[in-house]
């Protein structure tokens, strides 16, 4: 039988053979949690295991597999009653998942409720009832800084004491290969001419980790950062879609608005924070001592690679990009220790995004803004220049822990769609 710590061993094999594949996204140590269209036409909850997804709506039916009791949780389309059952009940879910699908266990062998992850639609694993979006990598506040406001005035003085952000738009999330329409909105042309009503022109992407809160706080408590830690279920990688020239007339004095709130693209897979216990590791050194609210014991940041790839429609597209959530200055519990430090309540299902991951050198930056200074040095991208993405475009990104084996997230991607 596994426990909590043989779930990471390196040596665990499962009866699913396409798990076992060496750089395989996601082995048994991963079985990280979505929900997919099943063909009776409902949706279920399953995990990913190699190339396929073993079905827990199916399993708790069976009665195989009954997290909450008599009180069925994986029936409803989304993961969130499942979240609210809490930390101990998720690990030991887990370690049951990793016991019915390890090598030499036959429970489910011969009658396992698989589905072929190629062969389904996925859906949001959540129901996303808040979205708040932060701005956590010093190299980006620094890089956007000096193109908004010059070199004098790049990183505004609250940036080293807290995590700043923004509450977005839950009603906007939407699931990978979701199509995003251009938006339109007020862009003034130029510094002394009045706005335009017009299509964005500066279409961008930004490369992020979105953690997912499970359980949730009630109103007029605050949250330790070690506590904030606990109570994430996991994580996610995602796109929060911009429009520049939008965002650059709109943003002061309260920030993003309308060049934010058309879409938002998430992965599938809720890549659980148990199974990234091995990936984790200190945020960079801090710059300025943090309050004590935001002191952390533990090391809440994780090494997640990141590609960032770009095709242009019909082509075969080239990754622009390669960044890691470790040079994120601000983790996920930091986030929510000061989202929660006025009193705001958190809900399960909560989506946090952690802000445009940029590294140190020009490939690791984590947007068109950067990667092209603002259109004055376009990217080349099957056989044609972009400074900002064009209609027919394809931006994916694709996230990976390596170790003893490889922990993947899947693929989080969307297509632009021409204005409306």
Known sequence: MTNLNTTHDPGLRSWVDSANVAGSDFPIQNLPYGVFAHPSGADHIGVAIGDQILDLTVLEAR???RPGGERAVFDSGVLNPFLDLGQPVWSDTRRALCDLLAAGNDTLRADAPLMDQGAVQMRLPVRVSEFTDFYASYEHAMNVGRIFRGDKAALVPNWLHMPIAYNGRASTVVVSGTPITRPCGQIRPAPDAPPVFAPSAKLDFEVELGAIVGTGSAMGTRLSTAQAQASIFGFVLLNDWSARDIQLWEYQPLGPFQSKAFGTTISPWIVTAEALEPFRMDPPERRTPL?????????????????????????????????????????????MAHHTACGCAMRSGDLLGSGTISGLTPDSLGCMLELTQDGRAPLAVDGALREFLEDGDTLGFQGRCTGDYTLGFGTCAGQIRPAT
């Open 63 to 65: 009665g195989t597999l």
């Open 291 to 335: 309050l004590p609210y935001l002191h952390e014991d533990s090391p809440n940041a994780y090494d997640i690679l990141i590609d960032v790839w770009l095709a242009t429609q019909g082509g075969a597209g080239r990754v622009i990009s390669r960044t890691n959530s470790r040079h994120l200055y601000y983790t996920a519990a930091a986030q």
